[in-house]
């Protein structure tokens, strides 16, 4: 069938750890966004962890399974951040415009696409060139919306509710609908 029997506890050990970290994760950022620590530097920690998962990988690569499987905390810390921060940034983005679902479906059909291409590609790098080919590919191709997010998203904290200028000078108020609040 493909997969030895002893694949299958690791398959398994790997879900559940990532789930598992992926809970506590979400539940911490939600304390520190409470805080008001800011949604950029959260979320730039979330896309750190993909290739600092890569890196791990490939230095532990005859490690053994439980240095392979304790790189999915990072996986986990990963998610439960982007998960719980996307509405959180999208919500401050969109704020009072009546666009929140709008943006949240392209963007959600973005990450489909993304993770459905990602999967695809991977294994044909996998396929023809080996698993460390692969890594070192998913490292380099991470590092790239750390650098776009690093240096173009502004921070979205205590911003709703803001006056933002048109482009023509004129103040357009940001609050269309002052009932509305993501909690």
Known sequence: DGVSRSAIPLIAGAILLAQVTMTGATM????MTQRGIGRKMMLLSALMTLPIRCALIIFWKDAGNAFLLS???????????FGLLH????????????RFNLIMGLTASCFGLGG???NFLGQMVVEKMGHITSLLASFFISLIPILIFGI???ETINTRGKDKETDDG?????????DYVLT
């Open 152 to 154: 173009f998203m502004p």
């Open 87 to 98: 509405p959180y940034i999208v919500a401050d983005i969109t704020f009072g415009t009546g």
């Open 71 to 81: 790189t999915q905390i990072l996986d986990g810390i990963g998610g439960g951040f």
């Open 170 to 178: 004129d103040c357009v108020s940001n609050t269309a609908n002052p």
């Open 28 to 31: 911490a950022a939600d304390r």
């Open 116 to 118: 459905t291409l990602s």
